[in-house]
């Protein structure tokens, strides 16, 4: 069982900022795009940001180009989201995924191991 350990979510107001942690053994974490989705109440998940494991590429969901940035320390294990001027509606339950199928980034069905996911509330 590979395990993917997200923390620092939170609540915090509009504008502020939030950095969230994915954590992983290196067997699962190396060679591997790591991504990052949320989950909202009644809504499905949907893709927020991903980290390639080979020559630094990042893509972004339209709506947090910008105000959010992933980035992975290869030496820890571990991949960063960091948020910044947050809103209301990134209020989701956050999760970190390894992708290891074929297919698009912004999907879900090719990631098989998620975490238990970080709770984020963005207060108006």
């Known amino acids: 069982q590979v395990q993917l350990v997200e923390s620092g979510g939170g609540l915090v107001q509009a504008g502020g900022s939030l950095r969230l942690s994915c954590a992983a053994p290196r067997r699962t974490f190396s060679n591997y795009a790591i991504a990052w989705f949320r989950q909202a109440p009644g809504k499905e998940r949907e893709f927020v940001a991903v980290?390639?494991?080979?020559?630094?590429?990042?893509y972004y969901a339209d709506y947090v180009k910008g105000r959010c940035t992933i980035s992975r320390d290869n030496g820890k294990n571990t991949v960063y989201l960091q948020m910044n001027s947050l809103k209301p509606e990134d209020t989701a339950v956050y999760y970190c995924?390894?992708?290891?199928?074929?297919?698009?980034?912004?999907?879900?069905?090719?990631?098989?191991?998620w975490g238990q996911g970080t709770q984020v509330t963005v207060s108006s």
């Open positions: 980290t390639v494991s080979s020559g630094g590429s990042t």
């Open positions: 995924a390894r992708k290891s199928g074929s297919g698009t980034f912004y999907d879900t069905r090719p990631y098989d191991y």
